[in-house]
């Protein structure tokens, strides 16, 4: 059973800067697809960026330019670079993780079955 643990969270200005942080119990990055979601109040959770065990990497469209996903593989830990952060940014962020040696899938839609306990950025207006 993969444990994933999100730090890094904050409250940051407008163009601001945040990286969060998502440890895991164990290495998976090697045939898992893993992901950052958020999910703002009232709103549905949205998937923000993925990244597979073969590099490739998805952005939604409103953070291209702005965050980067990337991991550290000695760390077993999973990042989220967010620049240049906007009010609109404002959600409670969870990563997440879905073994997918066999399909090779890594959207944002599909059934993620080890997520951590989130983590909050705000961005004030």
């Known amino acids: 059973q993969v444990q994933l643990v999100e730090s890094g969270g904050g409250s940051v200005q407008a163009g601001g800067s945040l990286r969060l942080s998502c440890a895991a119990s164990?290495?998976?990055?090697?045939?898992?697809?893993v992901a950052w979601f958020r999910q703002a109040p009232e709103k549905e959770r949205e998937g923000v960026a993925t990244?597979?065990?073969?590099?490739?990497?998805t952005y939604v469209d409103s953070v291209k330019g702005r965050f980067t996903i990337s991991q550290d593989n000695a760390k077993n830990t999973l990042y989220l670079q967010m620049n240049n952060l906007k009010p609109e940014d404002t959600a409670m962020y969870y990563c997440?993780?879905?073994?997918?040696?066999?399909?090779?899938?890594?959207?944002?839609?599909?059934?993620?079955?080890?997520w951590g306990q989130g983590t909050q950025v705000t961005v004030p207006s």
């Open positions: 997440a993780a879905d073994y997918n040696w066999l399909d090779g899938d890594c959207s944002p839609v599909r059934k993620f079955n080890f």
């Open positions: 164990e290495y998976i990055f090697s045939r898992y697809c």
């Open positions: 990244k597979n065990w073969d590099g490739s990497t």
